[in-house]
């Protein structure tokens, strides 16, 4: 293994001028989500290896995140905003039944799952999990992630209470057990790729999960 202070393969990169802190931070994060894309493993964003890929010396990094785990809360959190914007393009494109429209956000969801795996680990624990009591990353910082995807599947399912087309009793559990059933689905699909899935297996999932009646998809 090469020394990980060697810059001779570092890009150079034009200083910021004053004023423009910010767009190297969104440099740093960019950089590490590329990095989390081409290796799909979350343990090879480093300090070093971020800074190499923006362009600049590792201590640099330190004016905008305190250390590693922030970075990575920075790029979870940055997959999550990518994840409710796709959640939120999936129920604009569907038609204005309730049942639809939770439908069309559950197979986005499954579709981003698919579409970003090394993201979408990571964004639910993976080896970056810090230990609040160790790192700046807080357990207040870790509990508020995903909360505006939840409360989007959570209002879509009341929707479809107050419908009629859903018989759920307690919308709160049967949101967290919805997106279990999502989230089991997307990990099982990436770690048994080979397994003869069956073709309707999602909307199996989701028609028990969201407890649907037998109307139809009109309803």
Known sequence: MGDDTDTSATPVRVRNRRG???????????????LLDETGDESAITLRSVARKVG????????HFSDQPAIMLAVVRNAFADLDEQLSAAVDAA??????????????????????PGRYRTMFGGFWMPDPNAS?????????????????????????VTAGCATSTDVFADTVALWLGLHGLAHQRAVAASFPWPPDIADRVITTLAHFTDAGEGA
């Not at 423009?20 to 969104?26: P, Y």
């Not at 600049?56 to 004016?63: E, K």
């Open 20 to 34: 423009e802190g910010a767009r190297l931070r969104e440099e740093i994060v960019a950089a590490a989500v590329e």
């Open 56 to 63: 600049i010396a590792a201590p640099s990094i330190y004016r």
């Open 95 to 116: 038609d204005d039944a309730p049942r639809a429209r939770l439908t069309a956000l559950c197979q986005g969801y499954l579709r981003f799952a698919e579409a970003h």
């Open 136 to 160: 700046s990353v807080t357990a207040q910082d870790l509990g508020t992630l995903g909360e505006a995807s939840m409360g989007r599947l959570a209002e879509a399912l009341q929707d479809c």
